[in-house]
């Protein structure tokens, strides 16, 4: 199974952005496809954006589209997500997860085996 280690979340202003890594070990990196999600307070964990195994193909929310984008270096067993425009209602814990051996990237949470532990973004207004 692979581990999974988020970092890179913060306080940033409106407007400001952020790039957030996702370490993974343990396992053959290019046999997941990644994602990342958020949950905010009170809300339920929501898709952000997701990438193919080779990184050829990325998917993303309509609310972050345009701002946010999803890669990963498969070198260094690593996925990122590079935040711009951030605004207040990105605020949330980020989590990146993974999908083993799945060709098709799904927007569904309860489909990636694993999780790493989060990481917080704060957007000021």
Known sequence: ???LVESGGGLVQTGGSL???????GDLF??????WFRQAP???REFVATITRSGGSTF????VKGRFTISRDNAKTTVYLQMT????????VYYCAADRD?????LRAGAYDYWGQGTQV???S
């Open 122 to 124: 704060t957007v000021s």
């Open 85 to 92: 425009s951030l605004k207040p209602e990105d605020t949330a």
């Open 30 to 35: 290019s046999r997941y496809i990644m994602g």
């Open 1 to 3: 199974q692979v581990q």
């Open 42 to 44: 009170g809300k339920e």
């Open 102 to 106: 799945v060709l098709i990237p799904t």
């Open 60 to 63: 993303y929310s309509d609310s």
């Open 19 to 25: 790039r957030l890594s996702c370490v993974a070990s």
